[in-house]
C-alpha cells in the first residue's frame, strides 16, 4: 500500500488524478497541492512514497525545486506530471532526479504502471516519452569524454577559470585550453554556455 502526494495548479487536474487513484487497490490514500505552500505543508507534516509533481508547477520549475524536495523526503520517490513531451524538456527533467515521467494526456494503465515501477525502484516513461528517452540515451552513448575531459568540464561548470583549473590539476593553461577545445568539439557546440548547458543536460556532470 502506498500514499500518493499530486502537485499540479490546475484544481481539475487534481480532482481527476484523486477520482482516479482511488480505484487503484495498492493505493491507500492521496492528498493534493495546488501550491508550492500547500506542497511543503505536506512533505513537513505527513510521509507520502510518490509526488506526482507538476514540471511547471504555478511559478515554480519542478526541476529547480527537486533537490530541496529530496532533501525534505529523500525516501520519497518523484514522477514527472506535464503535458510537454518534446526531447529537451524530458532529458532536462530526468537529469534532475525524477524517477519517472508521465504526461497529462496518458490512460489510467500508464499511470498505474509507473506507480508500480517507481515503487520498486525502477524509472518509467510513458509510451508516448519512450522515443525520446532512448535518444538521451543514445546521444550520452556516443559523447564519449576522456576522464580528464569529463574532470575539466565539472570544474568548467563550477565556474573556475582556466587558471584555476590548471592550478587544481597541475596542468599547463595551454593544455586545458585545448581539453576545453576537444570538449566542444565532441559536444558539437559553440560556446561555454552551449557547453554547460549541453552537459549538464546530458546528465555529463554534476550541476
Request: hydrophobic residues 45%.
Amino acid at each position: 500500500m502506498i500514499k500518493v502526494l499530486l502537485a499540479d495548479d490546475h484544481f481539475l487536474v487534481l480532482e481527476g488524478l484523486e477520482v482516479l487513484l482511488s480505484t487503484f487497490d495498492f493505493v491507500e490514500s492521496s492528498k493534493s497541492a495546488l501550491n508550492y505552500i500547500e506542497l511543503n505543508k505536506y512533505l513537513n507534516s505527513e510521509q507520502f512514497d510518490i509526488l506526482l509533481l507538476d514540471i511547471h508547477f504555478g511559478n515554480h520549475d519542478g526541476r529547480e525545486i527537486i533537490n530541496e524536495i529530496k532533501h525534505t523526503a529523500p525516501e520519497m520517490k518523484i514522477i514527472a506530471l506535464t503535458s510537454h513531451s518534446d526531447a529537451t524538456t524530458i532529458k532536462s527533467t530526468i537529469n534532475a532526479g525524477f524517477d519517472g515521467y508521465l504526461l497529462k494526456i496518458d490512460n489510467r494503465e500508464e499511470i498505474e504502471k509507473a506507480l508500480i515501477a517507481v515503487t520498486k525502484g525502477e524509472q518509467y516513461f510513458s509510451s508516448k516519452t519512450q522515443n525520446a528517452f532512448f535518444e538521451m540515451k543514445v546521444t550520452r552513448n556516443k559523447t564519449q569524454l576522456s576522464a580528464r575531459e569529463k574532470e575539466i568540464l565539472q570544474l568548467i561548470v563550477y565556474e573556475k577559470t582556466t587558471k584555476e583549473i590548471a592550478d587544481r590539476l597541475f596542468l599547463s593553461e595551454k593544455t586545458v585550453e585545448a581539453h576545453r577545445s576537444n570538449i566542444m568539439l565532441k559536444l558539437e557546440v559553440k560556446n561555454m554556455a552551449g557547453m554547460v548547458k549541453k552537459a549538464i543536460m546530458l546528465g555529463l556532470v554534476n550541476a
